[in-house]
C-alpha cells in the first residue's frame, strides 16, 4: 500500500512529463486526482517555463484554489508573472480577505494595476477591506458571509441559503439582522435543520452573540477564539452593523504570523521566515541588532577592566567570569520565555503578575542554590580553595536570582508602556545579565580580595 507522500511524489514524475509534453487532457486528469494541497506543492516546485504551462493547462478558478496554499512570500513572484488578465481573474475568484493578503504583498501600482481591469464587484469588495489597518479584525475578515432578517422563516431561510452557501466562507453560522442590518442573533445550521419551518429567526437564534469591532487587535481576537472554541466570529462597526466574519483558518495564519515574529524579536532576528534573502541582506537585517548588542558587550568589557586590580592580585577569578555570566544568561532567558509566552496568550492579569515575579525569584533561589552547593564542591576539589569555592557559589546564588527576577520583570515592565514584551529579546536579557553577574562577581571578590590572597 502505498502512502500519501510516496503517491504524490509518483503523481508529480507523471505530472512533469505530461506538462512537458503539453498532453492537457492527461495532465488535468492526474492532477485533479491530487489534494489541492499537493497539487499547490507541484506547482511551487516548478521551474517558471513549466509554471507558464500550468497557467495554460487551468482556469482561474482552479488557479484561486491552488493559490490558497501557498506561503503568502511567495505569492508575488507566482502573480505578476502570469498574464496580467489571467493573474486579475484569478486573484477575483479568491475569497475577499484571502485575495487582499495577496495583493498586500505586492507595490501600490501593482494593486491599483489589477483594481482597474478587475470586474466591478470583486474589485468594490476588495477595495473595502484594503483601507483596513495591518493586523486588525478588518483586514482579516472576509466579506462572504451568510446573513438573514430576522423577520424571515426558517423555510425562506433554508431556501436562500441553498442559492447563498457556494459563495460564502462558511455555512455553519448564519447571522441574523434587524431592519437597520445590525448584528442581533446567530443561528447555528444545525438549529435551523431542527427547527420547525414555519418558525420566525428571531424566535430561534442565539441573541447573546459575540463579536468584536473592525479595528480589535488580531492577536487579541486569536485568543478569543481559542478560548470560546469558535468556528467564525462576527466584525462590526461601532454601531453593531455586520461588517463580516473572520474565520478559524485565517485566526490560524495569524496565530503562525504572531509566533513568528515574537520568535524573530525574541531572537532579534527581523523577519525570520524570509526564505529567500540572500546573505546580504540577511545580514542587512541582523547587523542593526548586533552592532548595537556589540556596544552593550563593551559595557561588560569596560566593567572587567575596571576590576583590572582584583584581577592582577587573584587572577584565578577570571576563570569564572564566562560560568557565571552564562549561567545568569540562560536563567534570564527561560525566564524570559516563560514571561513572554505568559503575556501573549493572556495568561498574567494584575494579579498573577506579582505571583509571576514571585515565582519567578523562588525559582532562582532554588537553582541558584543548587547549582552554588554543586560548584562550591568542585572549585574545592579542583583548586583545594574552599573559600574561592564560597564565593563562586554564592554569587551565583545571586545573580541566578537577579537574572530569573529581571527576565520576567522587563516584559512586564514593557507591557506596561505598550512595548512589545518580545522586543525584550535573549540577547538583550544576556546582556544585561552579563553586566549584572561581572558587578556581583568581581565586587565580592574585590570586597574579600583579602581573604582570597591569604
Known sequence: MV????????????????????????????????????????????????????YHFLSPKEMAEIMEYIELEETEKFI?????????????????????????ELTKDEVASFLAIMEKQPAEEIKALLHYEEKTAGSIMTTEYIAFIKT????????????KAPNAETI????????????????????????????????????NVVSVKVGRDQEEIARMMRDYDFLAVPVVDFQNHLLGIITVDDILDVMDEEASDDYSKFAAVVDIDTKDSSP??????????????????????????????????????AIFIPLIAGMAGNAGTQSLAVAVRGIAVGTYGKDNKLKLLLREMTTGLLVGGTCGIIIIGVIYVWKGNLFLGLLVGIAILATLTVATISGAL????????????????GPFITTLNDVTSVIIYFGMATAFMGMLIS
Not at 514524475?13 to 491530487?34: G, H, I, K, M, S
Not at 505578476?80 to 495583493?103: G, H, K, R, S
Not at 424571515?152 to 442559492?163: L, Y
Not at 447571522?175 to 427547527?195: F, M, N, Q
Open 3 to 54: 502512502d500519501i507522500q510516496e503517491k504524490a511524489e509518483l503523481h508529480a514524475e507523471e505530472l512533469l512529463q505530461l506538462l512537458q509534453a503539453e498532453e492537457t487532457a492527461d495532465f488535468r486528469y492526474l492532477f485533479f486526482e491530487l489534494h489541492p494541497y499537493e497539487q499547490a506543492m507541484f506547482y511551487r516546485e516548478q521551474e517558471k517555463d513549466n509554471r507558464m504551462r500550468v
Open 80 to 104: 505578476t508573472e502570469m498574464d496580467p488578465q489571467f493573474a486579475t481573474m484569478v486573484i477575483a475568484e479568491l475569497a475577499a480577505d484571502d485575495a487582499v493578503d495577496i495583493l498586500k
Open 152 to 163: 424571515q422563516t426558517v423555510k425562506e431561510t433554508m431556501k436562500e441559503m441553498k442559492v
Open 172 to 207: 455553519y453560522y448564519t447571522y441574523v439582522l434587524d431592519e437597520s442590518k445590525r448584528l442581533v442573533g446567530v443561528v447555528s445550521l444545525r438549529d435551523l435543520i431542527v427547527a420547525d419551518e414555519n418558525e420566525l429567526l428571531e424566535n430561534v437564534m442565539n441573541e
Open 280 to 317: 546580504t541582506q540577511a545580514a542587512k537585517m541582523r547587523l542593526p541588532w548586533l552592532i548595537i548588542l556589540l556596544f552593550l558587550g563593551m559595557v561588560t568589557a569596560s566593567l572587567i577592566d575596571s576590576f583590572e586590580e582584583t584581577l592582577e592580585a587573584v587572577p584565578v577569578v
Open 410 to 425: 522587563i516584559p512586564l515592565i514593557m507591557e506596561k508602556f505598550n512595548i512589545d514584551p518580545a522586543v525584550a529579546s
